[in-house]
């Protein structure tokens, strides 16, 4: 049989659980490696044992033959397993955006900045995504909820126009028409603090060091870097960028460490 090379494995083990329905913390778990580690697997950046091979593929109700052949195919795949799968809650990828939460965000993001010159629009739509992508990375959860589609000036969150719009006609927020550097310039100015019983820790922790980050950063500066993301990389114009491509990113760009496991690599 003719062997299929580390990346492409990488890839079949990646496209089967996310069909399944698995986190890669989740799956991580039951091969009893860390998380780092499965992301590396996924990417095609490290071997994977025979013995680990034979987990993954168990766990994912998939024969190891068919996970190596070259026919694979992921319309393949059986669902029936010992348990009943209408009966599980199985994570599903797919954002739902949460309204009062975003505004809550947006409240922060925007008093925290209170008084930067720079801080227009595009660089708000910046902070917002690295927020939500960086969030969904450490915490396989959603923040915000909010949908991104790749755009020629980089990320943009959808349906914000129509939040924007309600926050101003509820007095939460003010838009105003200026100029930053010779350039037009929108602006918003929060008008009410944010609800901060709705954030917890680990998301103002993670906000307070996307502001950190990228605050001080031109619109140019930041749309500029933002192309070069994963999950913008690995978008296809006009389209909806998808979460899960947060997992495969490298340094600057991720929010996690992932050479916790130097001996499996």
Known sequence: MKTINQKELGFRIAELRKIKGYSQEELA???DISR????QIELGNRNVSVIELKKIADNLSFSIDNLLSQDFATEDINFSTSDDIDSQELRISIPKLKVDKFKDILLYILEKCA???NIGETLLYKLLY???FNYYEVYEEHLT???YRKLPFGPVPQKL???LKQMIADKMLERLKTEYHGYPQTRYIPLIKPNL???KASEKDILDKVIEQYSDWSASAISEYSHKDMPWLASKDGEVIDYELAFYREQPYSARTYN???NDL
């Open 260 to 262: 916790e496991d130097i």
């Open 161 to 163: 126009d129509s939040i």
């Open 145 to 147: 909820g909010a949908e």
């Open 29 to 31: 778990k039951l091969v």
């Open 115 to 117: 008084g930067k010159p």
């Open 130 to 132: 690295f927020s939500d």
């Open 197 to 199: 019983k709705s954030l």
């Open 36 to 39: 780092p580690s499965l992301t």
